[in-house]
């Protein structure tokens, strides 16, 4: 498996991700200008994944000029082809601007910007402690999407306390229904706010980010 990384004007978490999968993981990676189209080297086993920071500077709207960048054009057919494609923060913005994730991430409740580790759970019962750090991570969308993506199982995680519950207090952003990421029915594409490649190192004394990278991007590694 391989791992594409794009790298936006901007990107200030490109190379946080690229060495927690080099290094931590010790996957096969490769950087991705934003001007460049070709994803020949990528096949539907491998991985694309757009990493946080301010891609053209969130003029206009956080994600909303990257999107028609030549890469995400090509991000975009690999995407509805099958292949794996996973954003993080800032990456997440743009999948929902693509609208190959419904939705939208508005400005945070409290009108601040939030930097600090938070729980997120997928079901209550597993717990991870990762880091968030964004001004407009308040995840959005009318209550018939957010009725299908609950349905469907789309929603991958929830922000939570130490303990699973789903609180207000827990929410760093008032995200609707607490949502701090998703994924597209046909379980390929992911986004989420907080940064799970911020937590995959043991010198920084938390490696939950690792099992989560291993278990959206690398469940068929797992089970080999």
Not at 178 to 195: E, K, T
Request: hydrophobic share 35%; aromatic share 10%; proline share 4%.
């Amino acid at each position: 498996m391989k791992f594409g990384v794009v790298v936006f004007p901007g990107s200030n978490c490109d190379q946080d991700m690229y060495d927690a999968l080099k290094n931590d993981l010790e996957q096969d990676v490769t950087m991705l200008w934003h001007k460049d189209k070709d994803l020949s080297q990528f096949n539907t086993e491998d991985c694309i994944i757009l990493p946080g920071g301010f891609s053209y500077g969130d003029y206009l709207r956080c994600g909303a000029i990257a999107r028609f960048s030549p890469m995400m054009q090509s991000v975009i057919g690999f995407a509805n082809a099958g292949g794996k494609v996973f954003g993080v923060c800032n990456g997440f913005q743009i999948l929902c601007e693509s609208h190959l994730l419904p939705g939208a991430l508005l400005r945070n409740g409290n009108q601040k910007f939030v930097c600090k580790n938070v729980f997120i759970t997928p079901d209550s019962q597993k717990v991870y402690k990762i880091p968030v750090a964004h001004g407009e991570g308040r995840y959005y969308a009318d209550e018939k999407t957010l009725d299908k993506l609950e349905a469907n199982g789309q929603v991958i995680f929830y922000y939570c306390d130490e303990k699973g519950n789903k609180t207000t207090a827990a929410n760093p952003n008032a995200a609707i229904r607490n949502i701090a990421g998703i994924c597209n029915p046909g379980r390929n594409v992911f986004g989420m706010m907080p940064h799970p490649e911020r937590a995959c190192s043991t010198v920084l004394g938390n490696t939950d980010g690792r099992e989560i990278i291993q278990t959206l991007l690398m469940a068929e590694q797992l089970v080999s």
